[in-house]
């Protein structure tokens, strides 16, 4: 594409799972719209999330649960046009899976079919399984994703750190395996220990990637937050990268600093007439009152 800067080539499940092998990790983020996919394409990103965290993150809800299949499927299609030469997962909205296996692969079908995802992500272990599987044997992949689930963080108490007592631990362990086994080709693991991270990537032949779970197979973190996008709460596990609000607020103060005061626009920012200006007093006069 014309301006943007060369990337590498398009990954895809084989190269997730030869990484895995050889011990080399995937960077990822979550991107909503077209410039963003465009610099995470650029900066050469292995893969992106269009995540559900849109509805917080670029909507302004308060939590994931308000968002639709038509929130996503629009966003993806704009991240898609950003970066059509990067692996881009579609996240499944709340109630987009939840009812039936039909349900849900219809729904994943259409992440596929309307917006070009490679793949689709959805959250839940031994209670999807058999979603996972619908999906997957539709010929469609899918990532899972345990631990903390923001669309049911109303039954785990709030957006809290899970698996860190051996009861809750064996819960996840059994989900993470039952997510294999239904046939995902990639696990998610949000806020858990590292000590439970590391023992699920060991044991499990899927790649596993964290998002605040500590060292695996990859890490995930939401642009928002990396960016300092995003200004209602950062989670603890967040790296700060940048504190891009700060830029923009810098930028919108100035410029309105600038508009008030005159200084903007100057000569350098209007298009100049190409008749002469005795042409154009002509004109003006023949419109005076
Ligand atoms: O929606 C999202 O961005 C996610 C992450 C929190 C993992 O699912």
């Known amino acids: 594409m014309k301006g943007r800067v060369q990337t590498v080539k398009k990954k895809n499940v084989l190269d997730f799972r030869r990484m895995k092998k050889e011990g080399e990790q995937v960077a990822w983020v979550t991107a909503y719209d077209f410039p963003m996919a465009s610099f995470a394409e650029q900066a050469g990103m292995d893969m992106i999330l269009v995540g559900d965290s ?48 039909e349900q849900a692969v219809e729904n994943a079908g259409r992440f596929l079919k309307e917006a070009g995802m490679d793949c689709v992500k959805l ?3 031994r209670r999807v399984a058999s979603r996972i599987k619908a999906i997957t044997d539709a010929g469609i992949l899918v990532m899972g994703h345990i631990g903390l689930t923001p669309q049911s963080s109303g039954q785990l108490g709030g957006f809290k750190a899970q698996g860190r007592d051996v009861s809750s631990a064996r819960e996840l362990i059994k989900d ?27 044991r499990l032949e ?5 998002i605040g779970a500590g060292p695996c197979d990859g890490q995930l973190l939401i642009c928002g937050d990396m960016l300092g996008l995003f200004q209602a709460f950062t989670p603890k596990f967040v790296k700060k990268y940048a504190n891009v609000a700060e830029i923009e607020i810098d930028a919108f103060r100035q410029y309105i600093k600038e508009v008030k005061s005159g200084e903007f626009p100057s000569d350098d920012h209007v298009y100049h007439i190409i008749d002469s200006i005795e042409q154009f007093n002509d004109l003006f006069k023949e419109f005076e009152k």
């Not at 966003?75 to 970066?83: E, K, L, N």
């Not at 086994?181 to 060991?202: N, S």
């Open 176 to 202: 993470a395996l039952a997510v294999q086994e239904a046939g995902a080709f990639a696990i998610l693991l949000e806020a858990v220990p590292p000590e439970l991270t590391a023992f699920i990537a060991k």
């Open 206 to 210: 899927i790649p596993v990637y964290s």
């Open 123 to 125: 959250e839940g272990g």
């Open 54 to 101: 849109l509805g917080m993150v670029v909507l302004g809800y308060d939590s994931t649960i308000p968002v639709t299949m038509e929130d996503c499927i629009s966003h993806c299609q704009a991240v898609r046009r950003g970066a059509p030469n990067t692996w881009v997962i579609g996240d499944m909205p709340f109630m987009s899976y939840q009812k039936t296996d």
